[in-house]
């Protein structure tokens, strides 16, 4: 016999993450975007898929695209509730589901044993509007047509349990039944398991066109330049332009001047050019000239005969002859000395290099390319560079853009730095919120493609392991937006002006406590009942982290001055 089930709890913690922006016109919840859209809007695409595809395909197609939503959700559940009793914090995916205006669900069957891979859920819906719209445009059906939420009930469960889950749906108010009703077993404990997780796979049509897709995105791929760090990635219009030129130029000896500003990526458009090269199997040898002090890097560059200075006991060999054959990248070169602004032209006229205290030129094949974020025409004109020097390297200029104004660029890039710190640091995260992408395209972004390295790298230290690296995380110090959330009449309104339950200023006054001694109450309750999980906590009490860690300060302080 199935234990009781006990009502569904509150649903305030989740309206108070429903936020209607009236600044920029998006709907939040939590960090993930959402759409208010016309359910008939919906139905002509349902009906457009079900006269181009047929039945059997939009069906699956919807149950596919539900599942993944309900994935989705599941990401929020256990942060939402991390202490609440197991079916308050299940309760999140039904009421999720609710207060998106899917269906109203009823639960009737909750029986849970997780060690023992058990799990038997029966839902009742009613006002579902896929039933509703379905029936509306094909008349009273033989079988369910709630696939979108079917496949939701089971993407949720399968996220929230963290195994795979699916549900039937065993009646349906198309097919004329009083209300609708579901049925969720974990895959393993139904008899045609096997058959309904197919309903999941890829449609055969769909397989194919994603097998092109693949191909295309290989091919494109191998266009790409790359080096042994892998492609270059972008996909923005100033992006490929930059690539275009590095293409013509790859094969050529030409001369290449990179400019741009600090952490755009100099260094790796160069080793790209390299690798695109017919050098590429060459030496690739970078030198920093703003790192090198001023009296060693001639003899970085060019070399030293023994003897040629206080220390030199043994011949040394420049970069210069180190990348015979192959690349030299001058990194900030605006920031070489003029004495060696005069030898580095003569290498570039003559071919040659003469070692410090040699007399014997050698001669050197390198294709050099320049870099530099200093205005050398400025600098020419302020004599701290040599304007024949500049008029021998700036035959091939390319300019690469910062990251603020390759937008399109951010996304690819945010997901690859994810992988890549992901791993390293032996940690699974789930992705990027919907609030974290968007706050990333909205940054200037100053410190270009190395602070979005190093923004990306803490949102992984930071992300609780399988989950969502949020906005919060990537720019502490970010003010959160205006917006309106939902009462409990569905009605919006400001967080600032909820009313507070009635007796809370009289109870407050019966306790003799002060406004500082009631926040830390409610701040230590919050930091307890989240575990100790400050992001958990803040969204409990209606504040960013950051605003959460500023009261934890204060209230520190006063302990301290308390004592």
Known sequence: MPPPIPPLPSDDDLRRLVHFSTVDGRIWLSGQRMLLVHAAAIQALRRELMASIGPAHTRRLLMRAGYASGERDALLARQVRPDAPLFDAFSVGPQLHMLEGMVRVTPRVFDLDEAAGHFHGVFQWDHSWEAEVHQRDFGPQDAPVCWMLLGYASGYTSGFFRRPALFKEVQCTACGAEHCLIEGRFVHEWPDGEQLARDYDPDSMLVRLDELQSQVEALRTQLEPADEQGPLLGRSRAFQETVALLR???PTQVTVLLTGETGVGKERFARALHAMGPRADKPFVAVN????PAELIESELFGAEKGAYTGATAARVGRFERAHGGTLLLDELGELP???QAKLLRVLQQGEVERLGGSQPRKVDVRVVAATNVDLEKAVEEGRFRRDLLYR?????IRIPP??????????LAMHLLHQYAAAHGK???GFTDLAMTAMRHHDWPGN?????NLIERGVILAVHGELVDAPMLFPQAPSADALTLNAAGQLESPAVCAPP???YEALQRSGLTLDAMEDALIREAVQRAGGNLAAAARALGITRPQLSYRLSRLQERARNAS
Do not use: H, M, Q, T
Not at 289 to 292: R, T
Not at 393 to 397: A, D, F, I, Q, R
Not at 403 to 412: A, G, K, N, S, T
Not at 449 to 453: A, G, I, P, S, T
């Open 338 to 340: 003029l004495p060696a």
């Open 393 to 397: 390297l700036n035959v091939y200029p």
């Open 248 to 250: 013509k130029a790859a």
């Open 502 to 504: 009635a007796g809370l």
């Open 449 to 453: 493609v190395r602070e979005l390295e």
């Open 289 to 292: 000239c703003a790192a090198l």
């Open 403 to 412: 990251l603020r104004e390759r937008v399109d660029d951010i996304e690819p």
């Open 428 to 430: 699974r995260v789930a």
